[in-house]
């Protein structure tokens, strides 16, 4: 199964806007990309996912480039909460999700 | 309105033991999932239930094995248990099988086998 690919770590200031890479080059035409979060291994909580429109909820944003290869997730004002690793995965046919490594974002004051 | 429910929170069993974990989906969620994360991991999937069949399976042996309930609940089963099952157990559920359904995380059920 194809795998995301995501920076391993990365740093925000509090308080800044946290932008989030993913490369998702292998996706289908009908596979959605889902950005989940999850914090000293508790359930992964789920923050967003789109197909091919930008979306935005009151978590967080949603940028999905216009050949569906690569996305973005925007954090618009990070806090020391937002500390956590942010999985980006593909959602295959059926519904099971494929996670990678993730990105360890840390937020800094 | 209640979240992913798992039970138990926590549990150590000993190597060759059959341990059972269970699973109450978000309410109006018909779908559960099963994932396994190792320490460092991602999780990974094990298998999904719709309709209390097996829909779709991950490449995990047949000592794991699951169940769904008329309520939509569901257990997970782990036969002969080895060192290398010790892992998260985390459910997940959703409203119908397929794409572009949001999905949920319950907290997991942290198996440890000695």
């Known amino acids: 199964d194809a795998k995301t690919t995501q920076p391993t770590s990365m740093d925000c200031a509090e308080g800044r806007a946290a932008n989030l890479p993913c490369n998702h080059s292998?996706?289908?035409?009908?596979?959605?990309v889902y950005w989940y979060r999850q914090i000293h291994s508790q359930g992964p909580q789920y923050i967003i996912h789109?197909?091919?429109n930008n979306e935005t909820n009151e978590m967080a944003s949603l940028i999905i480039t216009e050949d569906r290869k690569s996305s973005t997730l925007i954090l618009p004002h990070a806090t020391l909460r937002d500390t956590a690793v942010y999985y980006c995965?593909?959602?295959?046919?059926?519904?099971?999700?494929?996670f990678g490594q993730g990105t360890e974002l840390s937020v800094k004051p | 309105d209640a979240g992913v429910t798992q039970s138990p929170t926590h549990l150590i069993k000993t190597r060759g033991q059959q341990v059972t974990l269970r699973c109450s989906p978000k309410?109006?969620?018909?779908?559960v999932s099963w994932y396994q994360q190792a320490l460092g991991q991602g999780p990974q999937f094990i298998f999904q239930?719709?309709?209390?069949?097996?829909?779709q399976r991950g490449n995990f042996p047949d000592r794991f094995s699951g169940h769904q309930f008329p309520n939509y609940s569901s257990e997970l089963n782990v036969n002969a248990l080895l060192l290398g099952d010790s892992a998260l157990y985390l459910c997940?559920?959703?409203?119908?099988?397929?794409?572009?359904?949001?999905?949920?995380f319950g907290e997991g059920s942290w198996l440890t086998v000695v």
């Open positions: 997940a559920s959703s409203l119908r099988v397929g794409a572009g359904n949001t999905i949920y």
């Open positions: 292998t996706i289908s035409g009908n596979e959605y």
């Open positions: 789109g197909l091919k």
């Open positions: 995965i593909e959602q295959h046919q059926g519904g099971k999700l494929i």
């Open positions: 309410s109006g969620h018909d779908t």
């Open positions: 239930y719709y309709e209390e069949e097996e829909r």
